[in-house]
């Protein structure tokens, strides 16, 4: 062991003494978890405050999982985010709360029951859905919908509705349209069935199901539209903009939720506040009493209220501050915060922190190791203000099917780590710390506290390669949704890439120790045809064991007889050499490149894909230019490459690899010269 490395052991088991006495301390603390859909939405951050709110007057900590969206059926690899989800146990948290109401788009009320169920003898509570067996916040919703639709009614003389709902089973949307339905009995309105739209509960569903209304009716034959959720609205608000509807005059929109940007749009949307925060400050309160052995009502409804805006004509439309009125007439004053967040200001800010995550995807896309990765990820990290993180990597990456509980294997290490609080950083030097995650999701020496973390699923396409643990800084939440993808992404080409190059170097070893057959070809030192094939298909093997894609490319040198007939066979071997050479400049060094004979160039480029392929073709033109224009030879070097990719339909034989590669390089060569093109060579 290094003297650096001696002392990085004694500075980190001297840090890990602090922190495992802290921990101890702090684990006296009742941890709660709470499980969202996504990080971005407003919904989620709403909820976490509210929960927030109380915990921590109450010294508790909480830590946030987002599982994306239960059984989703519109992403394919949608379901990997539920994988943190198995770290809710006794061993890590001491309750959790529930974010039911975002699940109920792909999945029943009874499964969302026994998955619940399945976390005894945790204790659990519901935030949306009302469960008779488990502790359960609901929104009221009932009186403040017939209130809004009243108020459409009597205030605004409205008699012609259109209802944009959604499919499946929602308790949410049952519940809201019942309500919308009775208020429209109570008056002796008759609705129109035709007129119920569904939206999804989503923008751009809505934005579909209403612009199809338009062209198979011709156009909107209402006077009001009532959406179920604010996004619908939203959606409604932009397609009627869209079609010169005037808001409210032609047409009254309202919506649900009063998100922030109820207040901040134009015109400004008649909602219903359902009050999220303080729904997760009593999910919060009642658990912390459960988990205490008091005794108390498992059971518990918040009310919400209408609030009228200018898409129904209460506000005037010159007005800019975002004010509602109540249903008494009082006025409801919006945030200044609120409205500042979603002005130019913050406009600016999200835009140059994405720039900044561009800038970032772009650098880690180049041939990157796993150890190169683990040099820059902490100080890429807190560039986003995060102030504490830890990367936790299994020791190979799990390929899953979908599932409803995630099977974490035995041995995790930790990656990275670092703690701003605790002036803690965990070295690339230093010594993999190992873990079993099925009993714990980090080990006691990370941090002192888990307060304010979110974790969040590594995983590209079917392979999980671990979790981040971290604490976010203050960039928007749509911010650090972005970072955990392109970690994501970046670990898994990373480790596509190490897979590669160590595969190539034993490959490489191997060739070595057991050819008995020269496997390079002698004027390039690129492999030859046999060589080639043999390694290639231990390649393709590795990939198809992994679900790995890439591209077979198949290349040859334009003109090469040409210059063969005009300049000789010398000149025709300094152009095959030279070409060699700017192939291995342009190609990785783990990508296995050959001299098939003649003019004839192949290439197994492993996780390549066909954008990619393009600016490398580029690049390899840029090339040839410089040695066109430095060479001094009599000739012009260029080359003409087909593709064919591998994985998925398209297999993983070599050979009929190479024969699409063949003819699409046919096609090139056709496009390149016309008519004037015969034949390949």
């Known amino acids: 062991m290094t003297k650096q490395k001696s002392a990085e052991k004694k500075i980190f088991i001297a840090y890990r003494n602090i922190i495992c006495y802290n921990y101890n301390v702090m684990r006296l603390r009742k941890r709660i978890a709470i499980i969202v859909d996504y990080l971005e939405t407003e919904y989620t951050n709403r909820a976490v405050e509210g929960a927030q709110n109380f915990l921590k007057k109450h010294n508790a900590e909480l830590v946030v999982f987002p599982i994306g969206t239960m059984n989703a059926v519109n992403f394919n690899y949608e379901y990997q985010n539920l994988a943190v989800a198995s770290h809710i146990n006794s061993n890590n948290v001491d309750g959790m709360i529930f974010l039911t109401c975002t699940q109920l788009n792909n999945v029943s009320t009874e499964y969302l029951r026994m998955y619940l169920k399945s976390f005894s003898p945790l204790p659990v509570v519901s935030v949306g859905c009302k469960f008779e067996d488990i502790p359960s916040i609901t929104i009221s919703c009932k009186r403040s919908m017939c209130q809004l639709v009243e108020h459409l009614i009597l205030t605004h003389k409205k008699k012609n509705f259109a209802l944009m709902t959604l499919e499946g089973e929602s308790q949410e949307a049952r519940e809201r349209e019942n309500a919308f339905r009775q208020t429209l009995k109570k008056y002796k309105i008759e609705f129109d069935e035709f007129k119920k739209i569904y939206g999804g509960f989503t923008y751009d569903t809505a934005i579909s199901a209403l612009r199809e209304y338009r062209e198979r009716n011709g156009k909107f034959d209402f006077e009001a539209i009532v959406a179920l959720n604010d996004e619908m609205a939203f959606a409604c608000l932009d397609v009627l903009k869209m079609y010169d509807v005037k808001i409210p005059q032609e047409v009254t929109v309202t919506g649900f939720d009063d998100e922030i940007r109820a207040a901040c749009v134009t015109p400004s949307l008649t909602s219903i506040n359902q009050n999220v925060e303080k729904q ?7 658990l912390y009493k459960i988990i205490n052995g008091e005794n108390t009502s498992i059971k518990k409804a918040i009310s919400s209220y209408p609030v009228f805006r200018q898409t129904c004509g ?12 109540g249903i008494k007439g009082n006025k409801i004053e919006a945030s200044v915060k609120n409205i500042m967040d979603f002005g130019l200001n913050k406009w600016y800010a999200n835009r140059n922190n ?7 995807y772009s650098t880690l896309q180049a041939e990157i190791t796993l150890d190169s990765l683990r040099q820059r990820i902490n100080s890429d990290l807190i560039s986003y203000g995060i102030t504490a993180a830890a990367i936790c990597l299994f020791e190979s990456p799990v390929s899953t099917e979908r599932f409803d509980f995630f099977k974490f294997p035995d041995k995790t290490y930790i990656f990275s780590a670092f703690d701003k609080k605790n002036n803690f950083i965990l070295s690339h030097n230093s010594e993999k710390i190992y873990f079993d995650p099925k009993s714990k999701m980090l080990p006691d020496e990370i941090f002192s506290s888990m307060d304010g973390m979110y974790v969040c699923t590594l995983f590209n396409n079917s392979l999980i390669y671990g979790y981040i643990v971290y604490r976010p800084g203050d960039y928007d939440s749509s911010v650090y949704s972005m970072v955990c993808k392109m970690i994501s992404s970046s670990i898994a080409n990373a480790v596509t890439f190490s897979q590669a190059k160590n595969k190539l170097k034993k490959l490489e070893k191997d060739y070595n120790k057991i050819c008995a057959v020269s496997v390079t070809d002698e004027l390039t030192g690129l492999l030859n045809r046999r060589g080639f094939i043999s390694i290639s298909s231990r390649i393709l093997e590795t990939a198809m064991n992994s679900g790995q894609s ?42 296995a490149i050959a001299r098939l004979g003649g003019d004839e160039f192949a290439i197994l480029a492993a996780g390549l894909n066909q954008e990619n392929f393009s600016k490398l073709k580029d690049r390899l033109q840029v090339y040839c230019d410089e040695y066109n224009k430095n060479s001094g030879e009599p000739f012009t070097l260029s080359i003409s490459i087909g593709s064919a990719p591998f994985g998925g339909k398209s297999g993983y034989d070599i050979n009929s690899l190479l024969e699409y590669a063949d003819s699409v390089l046919y096609k090139e060569k056709q496009k390149k010269y016309g008519f004037k093109f015969k034949g390949r060579k």
């Open 314 to 325: 209460c506000v005037s439309p010159k007005d800019t501050t975002g004010v509602g009125i």
């Open 280 to 286: 997760t400050e009593a999910a919060a309160k009642l």
């Open 550 to 591: 890439g591209l077979v490319l198949f290349g040859d040198i334009d003109g090469l007889k040409k210059i063969n007939d005009t300049h000789g066979h010398a000149a025709g071997d300094r152009a095959i050499k030279n070409e060699a050479e700017l192939l291995k400049k342009t190609f990785r060094s783990s990508d």
């Open 354 to 360: 994405f720039i900044q995550i561009i800038q970032h």
